[in-house]
């Protein structure tokens, strides 16, 4: 599913009557779709949809706008709704959390706990909780609140957006585009017929083309449609008109690992790639550098676009895949373990999700398949075997792992790691075991494990002993000391 934008329709070129009945049409779009979703939050927090209603059974009955509550001797009536929650519903919750406090007081909390983990629902703040916050942070809506609100109710009532059907003669049966004559038809809830002239799609058009005629020529609409969902967004000035159209995958695309894969780490100012073969072993390594300090987004973008063509130009040449690692960017590549201040400061406007897009979408207009693997420990598993053994940089290391991880390969712990591990931790999986090598070993400076003896022994009882004479600082030394064998580790 791909959304493709139109060009920019300009408000002071349409008729005012236009303008008005869009952005009442947004108005009433936005406060149908919110009133509908926090219908659907509150049936989902309470249990109940729809209304309410007493049990047949239950003391407690509804007749009219009376409350009436029977008890053996006698029938209390309530005349209302507020009369009957706060003198007899209140009174009867607190009676009950109170007895159920007495006499399970730890179950009954630990329960609670469990249930609100699984049942809690997340609320929208619709119009940003940023902005709505801002009333109260931001200077000048302290001073001028009228404003504040204009813009409020702008972020909040500022998009429409009408799904297709299938059955419907061109995927939608509120709007009608014309391939032909690049016109926009459609109605807003006020009745004003609006016509958009002039409507394109700088990309995607081939696509939009495609999709409506194809739809209109299908005989059994209602077996064989597609729907066609469109979007309208205000932009202030202008407006955003949107396509939502499905886009069938490459057909031809190669997902082949008979040959080996190609393998990627992504990084502030390069990608690191390494090409394996069917057993895993590594062919050849190397590095796209590209420099993003003081770039607008407009340039990041065309420069991780670039990028993107040339690695998938070489993974068709190769005739591989490509496999990337998935990534949480606020944690593994933000904290930058192996940047510095600098790459930090990039990272910081470096739009890591603009490059895995990038290079999924000119892999898939290529037909090259694109993997995506768990990345934990990839890069300390490159620096701490691979990197020294290879002769290659810590990132092209990574990539080197992000590949066999693609191919299905297990990095276990060499032997003379394995000697050191506590008991607990030897008879647990391997990523736990990397856990805790890593771990021992992060205070360690990266240069220092060009100079280790990882394969020179098949058991030590010290991790210093990896390292020769010198490499470490009497700091790193002295932190290695700690770790003995397993014997010492409780």
């Known amino acids: 599913m791909k959304a493709y934008f139109s060009n920019r329709i300009y408000k002071d070129t349409l008729p005012e009557e236009y303008t008005n009945s869009i952005s009442h049409a947004h108005l009433l779009f936005s406060r149908a779709k919110q009133f509908s979703f926090q219908t659907q939050v509150l049936e989902k927090r309470s249990g109940v949809n729809g209304s309410p209603k007493f049990n047949q059974t239950s003391r407690e009955q509804q007749f009219g706008y009376f409350f009436v509550v029977q008890f053996k001797y006698r029938a209390d009536i309530y005349y209302h709704a507020y009369q009957f929650e706060h003198d007899y519903l209140n009174v009867q919750i607190a ?25 809690s629902i997340n609320s929208v703040v619709f119009g940003t909780k940023k902005l709505f916050k801002a009333q109260h942070t931001k200077e000048n809506y302290q001073n001028d609140h009228e404003q504040w609100r204009k813009d409020w109710e702008r972020s909040r009532y500022n998009q429409i957006t009408i799904s297709g ?100 780490d992504l990084n502030v100012d390069h990608i690191a ?125 990574a990539s080197y792992v992000i590949a066999r991880r693609a191919m299905g390969f297990k990095e276990t712990l060499p032997p003379v790691l394995h000697s050191l591990l506590p008991e607990k931790i030897a008879g647990l999986q391997h990523w736990a075991q990397w856990k805790w090598i890593s771990s021992c070993l992060s205070d360690v400076r990266k240069h220092a494990f060009y100079r280790k003896e990882l394969f020179a022994y098949d058991k030590i009882d010290s991790m210093n002993q990896l390292f020769p004479q010198g490499a470490l600082s009497d700091f790193e030394a002295k932190g290695l000391l700690k770790v003995k064998s397993r014997k010492h580790i409780a």
Request: aromatic fraction near 10%; include cysteine; hydrophobic fraction near 35%.
């Open 95 to 119: 009676f009950f959390k109170s007895k159920l406090g007495r006499l399970e007081f730890r179950l009954d909390r630990l329960q609670k706990q469990l249930k609100s983990l699984k049942n």
């Open 165 to 264: 059907r299938k059955d419907a003669k061109v995927g939608n049966f509120v709007f009608c585009y014309t391939p032909e004559t690049r016109e926009l038809h459609f109605t807003p809830p006020n009745g004003t017929e609006i016509i958009i002239d002039n409507l394109v799609f700088p990309y995607g058009q081939e696509q939009i083309d495609h999709a409506i005629e194809t739809q209109m020529s299908c005989k059994n609409k209602k077996k064989y449609g597609n729907p066609i969902a469109w979007s309208v967004e205000d932009h202030g000035d202008y407006y955003i008109f949107k396509c939502i159209v499905d886009v069938p995958g490459n057909p031809h695309k190669n997902d082949s690992r008979a040959d080996g894969l190609l393998g990627l």
């Open 273 to 397: 790639w390494s090409n394996i073969n069917t057993t895993g072993q590594l062919i050849k390594s190397g590095v796209f550098s590209f420099d993003l300090e003081g770039k607008t987004s407009e340039q990041i973008t065309k420069m991780i676009e670039n990028k993107a063509v040339v690695i998938v130009d070489l993974a068709m040449k190769l005739n591989k895949p490509i496999a990337l690692e998935k990534l949480n960017t606020t944690q593994s590549k933000v904290s930058q373990p192996y940047g510095n201040r600098k790459a930090n400061k990039a990272m910081s406007h470096f739009a890591y999700n603009k490059m895995i897009s990038a290079i999924k979408n000119r892999a898939e207009k290529m037909g090259v398949a694109v993997f995506d693997v768990n990345s934990a420990y990839t890069s300390q598993i490159g620096k701490i075997k691979y990197m020294k053994r290879m002769g290659i940089s810590i990132h092209q290391a």
